[in-house]
């Protein structure tokens, strides 16, 4: 299947346009017509190789939406133009007791990632959303509902996602504190689910500048790092904490706003090793963890979440061309707040 695309050539290279094919339908597959594809801080990490080697040329993107155009003998899941959305990983073992549970992002074998890395059991290197073609096996896709604006829902495929899942199992709800470090593609899909949760919700930001699109998303609170007062004063105030920043950032400083018993959850991943002293966590019996995306039915059950409380995320919508700037402006936290691919301009 003849696909057009942007791929990043070598490390540290600009995307540039590329043409490549992707596999006949198999039996379980199904075929699709990009029509939004999202641009992920993770993608940014990975192009530029500060995740370690990466295998290029890479076409970058898993936060794809699209309407089915071909189906496998065996499809049973999905029929000609119905929405589809696609996520971070596109296979797994299926036999582990993490895929068994529904958790394919914790596959022990390891997930299959949506770019930059082979197929299953494969030599064909896997290509990502950022092109105008798919082709995904059934199992590893999901049902967009019909309701929403689509620009917005790509997002949802990986930064929707990435904060429901947290939000969900650390049990944010009403008479919950949360605090959302970072307001970018992340953040901002996490304070709106924990807003529809109904947990009271704060933005711990680096950028005064976002202050009034925080509370219009309906944050209660917007607290600027370091130069608010009010910072300080929050010691011991919230019971869950998600750290969605890209860059490095002083845990310690945060873990300190925790209650007790409370966890702070690292979500962003910079490439540097993080150093605390454990002084923080045993002080106040605090928790340090971390999560990963979501697996398949969770992806499915925050997609109907989102149908049912029309949540998409805020985005910019960009041609193929503009995806070089659109890396430097994430990377400057100059973006409101996703940029999304319009994959009909390939
Ligand atoms: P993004 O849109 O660039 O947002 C990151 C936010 O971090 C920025 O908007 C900014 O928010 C804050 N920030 C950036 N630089 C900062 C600095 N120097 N100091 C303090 N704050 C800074 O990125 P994203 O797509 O949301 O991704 C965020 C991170 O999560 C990335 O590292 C990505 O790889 C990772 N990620 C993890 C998972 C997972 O499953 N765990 C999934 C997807 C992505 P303010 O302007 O509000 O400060
Ligand atoms: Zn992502
Ligand atoms: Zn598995």
């Not at 454990?278 to 979440?305: C, D, H, K, W, Y």
Request: charge should be negative; charged fraction near 20%; aromatic fraction near 8%.
């Amino acid at each position: 299947m003849e696909t057009k695309g942007y791929a990043v050539p070598k490390a540290n290279a600009p995307l540039e346009p590329w043409t490549f094919t992707r596999r006949e339908l198999r039996d379980g597959d199904v075929g699709l017509d990009i029509l939004f594809g999202g641009i992920c801080h993770s993608d940014i990490h990975q192009a530029r190789e500060e995740w370690g080697p990466a295998i290029f040329p890479m076409v970058p993107g898993h936060e794809i939406v699209g309407r089915v155009t071909s189906l496998g003998s065996a499809v049973t899941k999905f029929k000609v133009g119905d929405l589809i959305g696609i996520g971070v990983f596109i296979d797994s073992c299926r036999r582990c007791e993490n895929c068994l549970a529904g958790l394919q992002q914790y596959c022990l074998g390891g997930m299959t990632g949506t770019y930059n890395t082979y197929e299953r059991n494969s030599t064909t290197v896997a290509m990502g959303g950022y092109s105008n073609k798919f082709v995904i096996d059934q199992d590893y896709a999901v049902h967009v509902p019909e309701n929403l604006a689509l620009e917005g829902v790509a997002p949802l495929m990986c930064a929707g996602i990435t904060l429901y899942s947290p939000l969900k199992h650390w049990e944010a709800g009403p008479g919950k504190r949360v605090a959302i470090m970072g307001l970018g593609g992340l953040g901002h899909m996490g304070v709106k689910f924990a807003v529809a949760l109904g947990a009271h919700v704060t933005v711990l930001s680096h950028s005064p500048s976002k202050r009034e699109d925080a509370l219009a998303m309906g944050a209660h609170e917007f607290l600027v790092l370091d130069s608010d007062d009010s910072f300080a004063e929050r010691k011991r105030s919230y019971d869950l904490i998600l750290n969605t920043v890209s860059a490095d950032v002083q845990i310690e400083k945060y873990l300190n706003l925790l209650k007790i018993d409370g966890t702070l959850v690292m979500i962003g991943l910079p490439s540097n090793p993080v150093s605390l002293g454990v002084g923080t966590l045993i002080g106040s019996r605090r928790s340090l963890a971390g999560s990963m995306i979501g697996g398949i039915p969770e992806l499915q059950e925050m997609l109907n979440f989102c149908g049912e409380h029309n949540i998409v995320s805020d985005v910019e919508v960009i041609k193929p061309q503009y995806i070089n700037e659109a890396y430097d402006r994430t990377v400057s936290s100059d973006v409101k707040y996703r940029f999304v691919i319009d994959s009909s301009a390939y």
